[in-house]
């Protein structure tokens, strides 16, 4: 009975149903890649039938015909259209609409639609950043911006890049660009503490910019040429990085998590002489018996593990974001690496019916850099590296007692260097701020922005008595700490103005006053002789123990507070758009600063642009779906020199204790003011068949004067240099950049594209007067080789020319050959010529990606060609005399013609090599399991699994261990460009990792 | 609207404008430092400066690689530094030579401080003194060497240009004058104290000056400078016999010569007149001087750098007695094997074992340093080396040795020669052989006027004196071991770094640079 009045229930349920075929009620969820979509608009096509989704992404609409379509839209994600026909559950998933997206570039105290920019500025996304392993931001664009080329120092992790944005327009001082995160104009200067050279040379600068954990970028905004640039005024020259950092989003509250573990090996290697081999080709006195291989002995397979956690939401009244990660870097040489923590979190909160808009993010970095004895600019008596690889393979590291061979101050035991020298960094850096926003009319905003960076940093280096180099032998041990504080606050208001002036001319206008301080102070504490204890770690932590604190020499004690640098600044920008198809831009940016000198206290820093939106004019083809022309000039600056150099001061030189000496510390320059860029640049952007194919092109010339150098003074002055601006001296960078994206395919299921770019930049010194032999940097390290100059700027020449003899080859004796360029017979300093720059004439960057169904493929990779590295570890270690006087080298010396003993290896061409490479840098592969499929729950978005390869391989012609190098070598100063000096190997590594999104 | 515009803009910007002063923090301006730091400090920065001459990278190369006595050959991968000591040695120096740029640079900071010294409010005569004898010492150098000096007076602002410019031929009359005028006023000192500059150290400099005077006034108009010979005028000599007189007062020859170079030299030497103080806290690098010269596998370890030239190693008469020539040394031989003076042949260590070539171990060959070398090309073991300062092995980096400007032997050998210059051989002979008979020597029968240069070379060698000693008798341009040619007399001065030269008008580039 029972189940005949189901069956006949269920019959009339169906004959209702059907009979209701024409207005049944659908519903479903809409997602987006991350999940469920609240406020999602579902119309019923044509009609005004219509609802949008609730916070968890649900909606339901009513009497939907069977042959009706739904069109489900989201602001910035593609819309879809879906044929209801009998489905009474319809689930979307809304994809990115990569064009909405990139609308919106920001340019410095504001945001403007990518489409209506006129100015050079590209944005970079988070899913288009460089795979694998990135401590530091601007590693992640390497390669993907034409005109930016970032050179990474070395291998070494934490190492610091150098980031050149259309050339180096200075020749002394930074020509980093200028970072600003989320809103705060950063010091891209060193934060982390240095050390007195306690025997084993200086060190390479730690990255500043590694307290930024990579995953909280968003996006990241270039601004290249002065149009966009000058909003920042007397910083500008450079170009400046905007980096965005990631907000949480309106809707349910999401969890990621990422693990990733990453194995790394050294890519690329000297060939050197085995034991059997080099036994063979040296004196028999050379021959100890043993067989080793010291390299192989420094390095190791590095693991590096990176974890990273962060949490967010948001509602109509604001938003949050929390993020937590923990990096553990190991290098591919022994006792080196990076550990770092990174938390932030930022919460933004709407008040008064959304007229008031709070901000606040704070982001906290703990970074401890683990350093072997390595060093820039080690002399004869070598660091870790080049003692391990100069070491004679067939004598042996240890004693018959097990204690280390000591071989001499020169040749130190690269084992007992591992163990008995140690070297930490220890740097934590906390960036906040705070912003208020008010809306006083509908045009009008006010907004007041209050930022503060502060970084402290610790090193401890200690080395054991034990350590058998000369300065630690004779000392009974040192150990050296040095702290480093540095803060940088910022305040800021700005006003900004929209309007519509008519119906065809809108204005956009901002005026703003902002005021920076910068301050940086330290010290160091050196001592020495520690009695019977050897353990170094013990002398870094009870440095009072020491029995001797040196009042002179490299090892004396320090205390530094520079003078303060105060910036303050008046600006303002306005934005003239007529009939959506013309648009100006003006820029003024007045800058006064505590470090200019007296007469020069404030610069004024103007641009003007303009764009011309060719695609809205009727007479354009309708195939392109993007054209548009721009043109702009504009002045800019660069303050890259210390406070206080505007005067003459006066300190007191510690030795001899309170009694000290008068110490002249700068000789002023009361007209001293930042160097002044004039750049001019001409672009399209193009998009063709709805953006399949689009890309960018733009022209530029920038002429820096006033370029600022450190001069030597009118003798007798108490100091040797004073900083100055060069009157007549200009440097002038031109070139092209190109980039293209080509959507090959661009399906639901599959999707391939292609992206290039490539940059021709040249840089050039003209009209330098007072410098007959040029501006000279470069400094060459090594046996035989103080003093010595490999690279200058001269009138004329592209800078960081090479100014070097010209080796010919050996003559009957074996003795090097160079072109006797005056015919004067003699080989001397005036026979050096100019053999190329360090400067490359082209940067290439491609990648591709390519999507099919739940699988997702990445490659990019990067090159750069028309430039000369110059091989000073080469030049210091490997040569015929080497070998005969028991040093190891690279196979490639035993069959040269040069003499066994006696020639020199004075500096000339004949180290200096081609520094052309294209690098496959990443390469990433991996698979999506999606939520609610594959046995997945649902409260699982998705979970992707990878697999990253970075540095697969480097086509070269270059010797050393990679191309893509830039040691410390600077003279008096100036910075030198593509010198190779026992710089850290570089990894090839494999990354293996999961995200899990909730 | 726009009121409410207007007027909120100016709020804003009327309110925040900051002060753009400089904070110096650990700096001071000049006004400041006169309040708060005194002259002892003002002055030690010039007396600390005069450490820069044990610097092996500066002015004391200049006096000696270009001489007779000293070379730095470049063995295979080693000392080749740029070409800059092979071009000491054959007289091809540039402008770009990084050890004429720190020469000049180091000179002139020397003379900065000791001139910005003497303006120092509460600054006491004999302080004022010694601020004027630490000029006119660095006065002399920059005229020997670069033939121009600019000066500024006391207390004038270092941002505009020097308001004094001397040519050669003003210069050295002008220190002369300033130096006179002020020598009542130094203090009186002995050995014991010569790292103050006295009356004893202000009348050794005279006597220095007024001997080399007639050099710097024979320079052309136009900076030119004179091979020679040149006219020393009996009045000059006159002054410069009294001059010396006055400043051996209370000094005495030491009879065992190597322990005026000893690390506790200025301890025990009586012959001190001018010295540069060092402690195994403070000090200059004078470890260089053995470390410039000693081979890797001696104690202590060296550079293998810089050889003595068989022109030094003929000038010797009397090597079998002359103790300057060789001499072993208590707690120098018998801790290391090595000796003072000259070292050639096969060295030993101190147990009298044979010392090997690199990289040591039965072998290796033999460590013997030969009277032979090639300034290009050596190996390891060529040259003959020198040991004059000793190594201090109870701090090896920090050597206790005090640096001598002026000595008792050099003086007496300034007398010596002004003596001879006048014609009076016989006195000049005296002196020579007191000390030669002090040394070991055997004492000469007679002489000549070339006996006091060479005599000069056996007492002072490889003390940065023979430079200037070799232009004052006409020898500097000519042929050397390893300089086979006669060099132009350009090169008689150094030029004028190109730096240095453009900061400052004033200066004009030597002939012939």
Known sequence: MKNSLLKSLLTFLTVLITGFAYSQNVSGTVSDSSGPLAGASVMVKGTTNGTSTDIDGNFTIKNVGTDAVLVFSYIGLTTQEVAVGSKSVVNVVLIDDKKELKEVVVIGYGSVKRKDATGAVESIKSENFNRGINTSPEQLLQGKSAGVQVTAGSGEPGVANTVRIRGNSSIRSGSEPLYVIDGIPVSSGNVSAGTNDVGIGSQTARNPLNFINPSDIESMEILKDASATAIYGSRGANGVIIIVTKRGKKGEGRVTFNSSLTYSKIARDYNLLNAAEFAKNTPAANNFGSNVNAFDEILRTAITKLYDFSFSGGDEKGTYRFSM?????????????????????????SLFDGKLKLEGSITGAFVKDEAAALSDNIGAEGDLLISALKWNPTRSFYNPDGSYVFVSNNQRNPLDLLDNYTDFTETNRILGNFSANYKITKELDYKVNIGVDFSNSNRGTGLSKLLGIDSARNRNGIAAKSNITRSNYLIEHTLNYNTSLSSVLKISALAGYSFQKFENKGNTVVGSGFGSITDQNFYINNITAATSYDVSGNLRQRAFNDPSNKLQSYFGRAILTYDNKYIFSGIIRADGSSKFGANNKYGYFPALSVAWKVDQESFVPKVFSDLKLRGGWGLTGNQEFPAGAASDLVGINNTDGPNGALEILNVGNPDLKWEQTAQINVGIDFGILNNRLSGTVDLYKKTTTDALLQVATADPAGFPTKWANLSDAKIVSQGIEISLNYKIIDKENISWSFGGNIAFNSSKVENLKGFPTGIQTGTISGQGLSGAIAQGHFDGQDTYTFNLLQFQGFDNNGNSVYEDVDKNGVINEADRKFSGSANPDFNVGLNTSFRYKNWDFNASGYGAYGRKIYDNTSNALFFKGALTAGNNVPSSIVGTAEAASGNSNAVSTRFLQSGDFFRLANVELGYNFIGGSNGFPTWIRSIRVFVTGTNLFVITPYKGFDPEVNSNKQFRGIPSSGIDYASYPRARAFTFGINVNL | MKIKIISLTILLFGLSSCDLDEELNDSLTIQASNQILGPTQALKSAYNQLWSFQQTDFQFMLQEHPSDEMAGPTRGGDWDDNGVWRSLHTHTWSPDNVRVISAWEQLNKGLYFAINAQSFPGITPSQKAQGVFLQCLYTFYITDLFGQVSMRISGESVSGLPSIQLKRTEAIDYAINLLEAQLPNLPDGTAMTADVASKNAGNALLAKMYLNRAVYKATDANGMPQIGPFTFSTTDMDKVISYSDAAMVGRSLQT???????????????????????????????????????????????????????????????????KRFSSNITGLTNVSGLTGGFLIGQQFNQLGVKIKERPGGPTAPDLVFTQNFTLANSTEEKGMRIVK??????????????????????????????????????????????????????????????????????????????????????????????????????VLIFPIPLANLAANPNLKQNPGY
């Open chain 1, 325 to 349: 990660s923990h990096l553990d870097q190991e290098g591919i040489i022994k006792n080196t690496g990076l550990e770092k923590y990174n938390a932030s979190l930022n919460m933004t909160r």
């Open chain 2, 389 to 490: 300062y000793q190594p201090d092995y109870s701090s090896l980096e920090r050597a206790n040795n005090d640096f001598i400007f002026l000595r008792l032997s050099d003086v007496m050998l300034i007398k010596a020669e002004a003596q001879a210059r006048k014609g009076n051989l016989a006195d000049a002979l005296t002196i020579i052989n007191t000390i030669r008979t002090t040394r070991g020597a055997a004492a000469l029968p007679s002489m000549v006027l070339k006996t006091v240069l060479d005599e000069r070379a056996r007492e002072l060698y490889w003390e940065g004196h023979r430079r200037q000693d070799q232009i004052r008798f006409s020898t500097f341009n000519q042929p050397v071991q390893e300089r086979s040619t006669t060099t132009d007399r350009h």
């Open chain 2, 256 to 322: 065992n010569y190597f322990e005026n170079f000893a690390p506790n030299n200025g301890e025990i030497s009586n012959e001190l007149i001018f010295t540069s103080k060092n402690t195994n806290q403070v000090g200059g690098d004078m470890h260089r001087f053995y470390f410039m010269t000693l081979h890797y596998n001696q104690r202590p370890g060296g550079w293998n750098g810089f050889v003595a030239l068989t022109d030094l190693y003929d000038k010797f008469d009397d090597k079998a007695n002359d």
